[in-house]
C-alpha cells in the first residue's frame, strides 16, 4: 500500500495571479503609473514570496530577548532582536515601503505606490511593517511641524532607502492609565535649557529598537501642570549606543507579532523635544493616525490576499471525496467569499490610500478632505474584523494543518488580531466616526459625495437601486438615532461604520464592475459586486446563483 502525502500551498509566481491587485492597476491607476510601476512591484513580490517567508519564520523562531544586565552588573537594558528581523527591516528600506510615499514622483498617486509596496511587503514581514507604519507617521509629523533640525537631519533618515543610514521611529502613546482614552495619560515633561525632561510609564510601546519616538506629555512647571498634552520627539540613544534615562521593564508577552518587540518602559528623565504647539498634541498627532490606520486597513487587506492566494493553491491540489477541494461545490462557494471580501477591502483600503496621497499634496478638495476624515476610522475597523473573520476561514480551508504551527498558518490568524486592536478598537474608532460627523455638516457632504458617484454609473439595475435605497436610508439614520439622545446614537455608532463600509464597498465594486471592455474579465467582476451588494447591502435573498463561483474564481 503506498504512502500518501499531502502537498502544502505554494504562492503563485505571478504578481497578477492577485486578482485585487491585478484589476486595481488595470482599471484605476493612469496608464503611465501602472506602466512605471509595475516592474518594481514585481522585484517586490519575487522578494516577498522566495526571500522573506523564509526571514520572518525565523524572526518568528528568534523572538526579541530583553538583556537587563551585563555580566558585571550594570543596567544595560538591551532588546536582541534576531539577524532575520534586521534583514526584514532592511528590505522595507530598499524597497521604499515608507520612502515612496514622500519622494512624490507620481505626485498625489504617490501615496498609492507606496501603498501597494506596503501591501506586497507586509504579510511576509513578520510585522515588520509595524516600525514603518510608525517610521511613515513621524516623517509626516516631521515634515508638517518639525523644526530645521528635525527636517534637516532625522527625516532623511526616516525616508533613506539605504540600510545603513535608516532609522525607523516609535510610537509610545499608551499608558497604565489608559489605551485609546489619552486624556489620561500621566507622563509628565519637566522643562530644561535645551528642551524637556520626561517622566512616566509607558505600558505599550511598540518598535521598541528604533532609534526614535514620538510620544505625548504634559508639561509640568511650578506653575502647575498643563490640562492639554503636547508631543514630543525622543531620540532612544546617546552616542555610545545606551539608553538616554529609559529603563525596560519588559517584554510584552502576546498572543500574536511574536517578532515585534513591545516593550513596558519607564521614562526617568528622558531628554526629548517638543514638536508643534504646546498643549495641541492629540491635534498634532492626528497627522501620524490618518497615516498609521490605513497601514492597519492595507495590512488587513494583505492578509486576506495572501491566505486567499494559499487556501486557492491548496485547494487545486487537495483531494477529498474523489475531487479537488476545488471542484466541491461547497468550497468553490467558500473561495468565492473570501475573494469577494478581499475585493471589498482592497478596494476600501486604496480609495482612502488615494485621498490621503490627494491630501498629502495639497491637491484634495474640501469635501474629499471630509470624506478622507470619516472614511479613515470606518475602513480601518472593517478592514480589521474582515481580517479575523478571513483568517479564521484560511486556516479551516486546511482542516487540521491550519492548526499546526509548523505549517506557518497559525501565524496568520494570530497577527491578523491585533488588526482590530491597535490604532484603536473598533468600538473606540466608531465613536471617532461620530466625531468626525459633527454637527452634521460633513455627514451631508460624505452621503453627498457618495451620492454623486453612485449616480454617474447610470440607470441603476437591481444592485444599483440596492446601493441608492442604502445610501438614502443611512443618511437619514443618525439623525433619527440622535432624536432619541445622544446614548441612543452612541449605542449604535459600531452598526453605523459597518453600514458605511459595506455600502462605499459595494459603490466601489459597482464602478470597477463596470470599467474596461466586455469579457470575461469584467463578467467577473460583476460577479463580484453582485454578490458584495447582496450580501452586504441587500442582506439577502438566501442562495447562490448558480454559476457566479465559477464567475468570481474564473480566469
Same mark, same amino acid.
Given at each position: 500500500?503506498?504512502?500518501?502525502?499531502?502537498?502544502?500551498?505554494?504562492?503563485?509566481?505571478?504578481?497578477?495571479?492577485?486578482?485585487?491587485?491585478?484589476?486595481?492597476?488595470?482599471?484605476?491607476?493612469?496608464?503611465?503609473?501602472?506602466?512605471?510601476?509595475?516592474?518594481?512591484?514585481?522585484?517586490?513580490?519575487?522578494?516577498?514570496?522566495?526571500?522573506?517567508?523564509?526571514?520572518?519564520?525565523?524572526?518568528?523562531?528568534?523572538?526579541?530577548?530583553?538583556?537587563?544586565?551585563?555580566?558585571?552588573?550594570?543596567?544595560?537594558?538591551?532588546?536582541?532582536?534576531?539577524?532575520?528581523?534586521?534583514?526584514?527591516?532592511?528590505?522595507?528600506?530598499?524597497?521604499?515601503?515608507?520612502?515612496?510615499?514622500?519622494?512624490?514622483?507620481?505626485?498625489?498617486?504617490?501615496?498609492?505606490?507606496?501603498?501597494?509596496?506596503?501591501?506586497?511587503?507586509?504579510?511576509?514581514?513578520?510585522?515588520?511593517?509595524?516600525?514603518?507604519?510608525?517610521?511613515?507617521?513621524?516623517?509626516?509629523?516631521?515634515?508638517?511641524?518639525?523644526?530645521?533640525?528635525?527636517?534637516?537631519?532625522?527625516?532623511?533618515?526616516?525616508?533613506?532607502?539605504?540600510?545603513?543610514?535608516?532609522?525607523?521611529?516609535?510610537?509610545?502613546?499608551?499608558?497604565?492609565?489608559?489605551?485609546?482614552?489619552?486624556?489620561?495619560?500621566?507622563?509628565?515633561?519637566?522643562?530644561?535649557?535645551?528642551?524637556?525632561?520626561?517622566?512616566?510609564?509607558?505600558?505599550?510601546?511598540?518598535?521598541?529598537?528604533?532609534?526614535?519616538?514620538?510620544?505625548?506629555?504634559?508639561?509640568?512647571?511650578?506653575?502647575?501642570?498643563?490640562?492639554?498634552?503636547?508631543?514630543?520627539?525622543?531620540?532612544?540613544?546617546?552616542?555610545?549606543?545606551?539608553?538616554?534615562?529609559?529603563?525596560?521593564?519588559?517584554?510584552?508577552?502576546?498572543?500574536?507579532?511574536?517578532?515585534?518587540?513591545?516593550?513596558?518602559?519607564?521614562?526617568?528623565?528622558?531628554?526629548?523635544?517638543?514638536?508643534?504647539?504646546?498643549?495641541?498634541?492629540?491635534?498634532?498627532?492626528?497627522?501620524?493616525?490618518?497615516?498609521?490606520?490605513?497601514?492597519?486597513?492595507?495590512?488587513?487587506?494583505?492578509?486576506?490576499?495572501?491566505?486567499?492566494?494559499?487556501?486557492?493553491?491548496?485547494?487545486?491540489?487537495?483531494?477529498?471525496?474523489?475531487?479537488?477541494?476545488?471542484?466541491?461545490?461547497?468550497?468553490?462557494?467558500?473561495?468565492?467569499?473570501?475573494?469577494?471580501?478581499?475585493?471589498?477591502?482592497?478596494?476600501?483600503?486604496?480609495?482612502?490610500?488615494? *485621498? /490621503?496621497?490627494?491630501?498629502?499634496?495639497?491637491? #484634495?478638495? %474640501?469635501?474629499?478632505?471630509? !470624506? &478622507?476624515? @470619516?472614511?479613515?476610522?470606518?475602513?480601518?475597523?472593517?478592514?480589521?474584523?474582515?481580517?479575523?473573520?478571513?483568517?479564521?476561514?484560511?486556516?479551516?480551508?486546511?482542516?487540521?494543518?491550519?492548526?499546526?504551527?509548523?505549517?506557518?498558518?497559525?501565524? *496568520? /490568524?494570530?497577527?491578523?488580531?491585533?488588526?482590530? #486592536?491597535? %490604532?484603536?478598537?473598533?468600538? !473606540? &474608532?466608531? @465613536?471617532?466616526?461620530?466625531?468626525?460627523?459633527?454637527?452634521?455638516?460633513?455627514?451631508?457632504?460624505?452621503?453627498?459625495?457618495?451620492?454623486?458617484?453612485?449616480?454617474?454609473?447610470?440607470?441603476?439595475?437591481?444592485?444599483?437601486?440596492?446601493?441608492?435605497?442604502?445610501?438614502?436610508?443611512?443618511?437619514?439614520?443618525?439623525?433619527?438615532?440622535?432624536?432619541?439622545?445622544?446614548?441612543?446614537?452612541?449605542?449604535?455608532?459600531?452598526?453605523?461604520?459597518?453600514?458605511?463600509?459595506?455600502?462605499?464597498?459595494?459603490?466601489?465594486?459597482?464602478?470597477?464592475?463596470?470599467?474596461?471592455?466586455?469579457?470575461?474579465?469584467?463578467?467577473?467582476?460583476?460577479?463580484?459586486?453582485?454578490?458584495?451588494?447582496?450580501?452586504?447591502?441587500?442582506?439577502?435573498?438566501?442562495?447562490?446563483?448558480?454559476?457566479?463561483?465559477?464567475?468570481?474564481?474564473?480566469?
Amino acid at each position: 500500500m503506498s504512502s500518501f502525502f499531502q502537498q502544502g500551498p505554494v504562492l503563485d509566481g505571478d504578481l497578477l495571479a492577485d486578482r485585487a491587485l491585478a484589476d486595481y492597476l488595470q482599471l484605476r491607476l493612469p496608464v503611465d503609473c501602472k506602466s512605471r510601476w509595475e516592474p518594481g512591484l514585481r522585484q517586490l513580490w519575487r522578494r516577498a514570496r522566495d526571500e522573506m517567508p523564509t526571514l520572518a519564520a525565523e524572526a518568528e523562531r528568534d523572538p526579541p530577548e530583553h538583556v537587563p544586565y551585563d555580566p558585571w552588573g550594570r543596567r544595560i537594558d538591551r532588546i536582541r532582536v534576531s539577524e532575520a528581523w534586521r534583514q526584514l527591516e532592511a528590505i522595507a528600506a530598499e524597497e521604499g515601503v515608507v520612502a515612496t510615499a514622500f519622494e512624490r514622483a507620481d505626485g498625489a498617486w504617490s501615496r498609492v505606490h507606496q501603498f501597494l509596496r506596503l501591501y506586497l511587503y507586509h504579510p511576509s514581514s513578520a510585522i515588520a511593517s509595524c516600525p514603518m507604519a510608525m517610521t511613515d507617521g513621524a516623517a509626516r509629523v516631521i515634515e508638517l511641524y518639525g523644526d530645521g533640525d528635525l527636517r534637516e537631519r532625522v527625516l532623511p533618515r526616516l525616508l533613506s532607502c539605504e540600510p545603513e543610514s535608516f532609522w525607523t521611529a516609535g510610537q509610545w502613546m499608551t499608558e497604565r492609565s489608559g489605551g485609546s482614552d489619552v486624556s489620561r495619560s500621566e507622563t509628565v515633561a519637566l522643562p530644561e535649557e535645551q528642551g524637556y525632561r520626561l517622566h512616566g510609564v509607558k505600558w505599550f510601546t511598540s518598535a521598541t529598537t528604533s532609534q526614535v519616538a514620538m510620544t505625548l506629555a504634559r508639561v509640568k512647571e511650578r506653575g502647575g501642570e498643563d490640562e492639554k498634552l503636547s508631543l514630543f520627539f525622543v531620540e532612544l540613544r546617546d552616542a555610545d549606543g545606551a539608553l538616554r534615562n529609559i529603563q525596560v521593564n519588559r517584554l510584552k508577552d502576546k498572543l500574536g507579532t511574536r517578532a515585534l518587540p513591545t516593550a513596558e518602559l519607564t521614562l526617568a528623565g528622558t531628554p526629548a523635544r517638543m514638536v508643534g504647539e504646546r498643549g495641541r498634541g492629540v491635534a498634532t498627532i492626528s497627522s501620524i493616525l490618518n497615516i498609521t490606520r490605513l497601514y492597519n486597513a492595507c495590512c488587513a487587506a494583505g492578509y486576506i490576499g495572501r491566505g486567499l492566494m494559499l487556501a486557492t493553491d491548496y485547494a487545486r491540489k487537495r483531494q477529498a471525496f474523489g475531487r479537488a477541494l476545488i471542484d466541491q461545490p461547497l468550497h468553490r462557494e467558500t473561495l468565492a467569499d473570501l475573494t469577494v471580501e478581499h475585493q471589498a477591502a482592497f478596494q476600501l483600503v486604496f480609495e482612502a490610500a488615494r *485621498l /490621503l496621497g490627494r491630501d498629502e499634496c495639497g491637491a #484634495i478638495s %474640501e469635501d474629499e478632505a471630509a !470624506v &478622507l476624515r @470619516l472614511l479613515t476610522p470606518v475602513v480601518k475597523l472593517y478592514t480589521g474584523k474582515q481580517a479575523v473573520a478571513a483568517c479564521s476561514e484560511v486556516l479551516e480551508a486546511f482542516g487540521g494543518a491550519g492548526y499546526v504551527e509548523d505549517t506557518g498558518l497559525p501565524s *496568520l /490568524l494570530r497577527d491578523a488580531q491585533v488588526l482590530s #486592536i491597535w %490604532e484603536g478598537t473598533t468600538n !473606540v &474608532l466608531s @465613536l471617532d466616526l461620530l466625531r468626525a460627523m459633527g454637527d452634521g455638516e460633513a455627514w451631508q457632504t460624505f452621503t453627498g459625495f457618495w451620492q454623486a458617484r453612485l449616480s454617474a454609473l447610470g440607470a441603476g439595475d437591481e444592485s444599483l437601486n440596492a446601493l441608492a435605497d442604502e445610501l438614502e436610508a443611512l443618511a437619514r439614520w443618525p439623525q433619527a438615532l440622535l432624536a432619541e439622545g445622544e446614548a441612543r446614537l452612541q449605542a449604535n455608532a459600531r452598526q453605523l461604520a459597518y453600514r458605511i463600509a459595506r455600502l462605499v464597498a459595494g459603490i466601489l465594486l459597482a464602478e470597477q464592475a463596470r470599467a474596461g471592455d466586455e469579457g470575461p474579465a469584467r463578467s467577473r467582476r460583476e460577479a463580484i459586486a453582485g454578490r458584495w451588494i447582496r450580501q452586504h447591502v441587500m442582506r439577502g435573498p438566501a442562495g447562490y446563483p448558480a454559476d457566479e463561483a465559477e464567475r468570481i474564481l474564473s480566469l
